[in-house]
């Protein structure tokens, strides 16, 4: 039984090490105009060689009304590490899927009716802070490209057993340590 918790312990401190959860800053700017909110969820797994990068419920404020679009997904993005940062380039069609807000019901998102809609996004990363820059082209729909400007920090992170500011593999070696010695 030991070695079972052992191995699940171990597991769920690897998947916690390729998921930075940021709390963001966003600028969406429409027509020249733009429109700015704190504290927009941004999360980076990285699996393998790939990224999967998510904006969580992402809301568009539009002269004080406030529509939701959903959750924007860029899936198995390759990542390129340079001068200390890691860099993903995504161009293609996306389906946005409804958020998981509470304030909004699953047919108030707007997202997921546009069916899949064009994406250029390029974003750099650490593990405790992120710039993007999204263009969400709405041109032949809609007659405009919608500008979304990323910035966000990551909080404290998760995890960080021995106290060192770093979620790593000493981490996992001090839960194995924690439960062995049990």
């Known amino acids: ?40 969820p941004v999360e980076v797994v ?19 009304i406030a529509l939701p679009v959903g ?21 293609g069609p996306v389906s946005i899927t409804p958020g998981d807000d509470p304030n909004y019901g699953e047919g108030e998102w707007m997202g997921p009716l546009l069916g899949e809609v064009p994406i250029d996004m390029t974003s750099r ?8 820059n999204i263009d969400i082209d709405l041109s032949e729909m809609l007659g405009q490209v919608i500008g979304v400007s990323i910035f966000g920090v990551a909080p404290q992170l998760k995890g960080d057993v021995n106290e060192d500011n770093e979620v790593n593999i000493s981490d996992v070696n001090n839960v194995i340590d924690i439960i062995v010695s049990q």
């Open 71 to 91: 959750n924007i997904e860029l899936a198995n993005v390759e990542g390129v590490d340079e001068y200390g940062y890691t860099t993903i380039r995504f161009n």
């Open 1 to 40: 039984m030991k070695k079972l918790f052992l191995m699940f312990a171990a597991v769920c401190c690897a998947m916690a090490l390729n998921a930075t959860s940021y709390g963001c800053h966003l600028k969406v700017t429409i027509n020249g105009e733009s429109t700015e909110q704190d504290q927009v």
């Open 125 to 132: 990363f650490i593990n405790t802070a992120i710039t993007a």
């Open 46 to 64: 990285k699996n393998g060689d790939v990224y999967t990068l998510t904006l969580k419920n992402f809301i568009l404020m539009a002269e004080g």
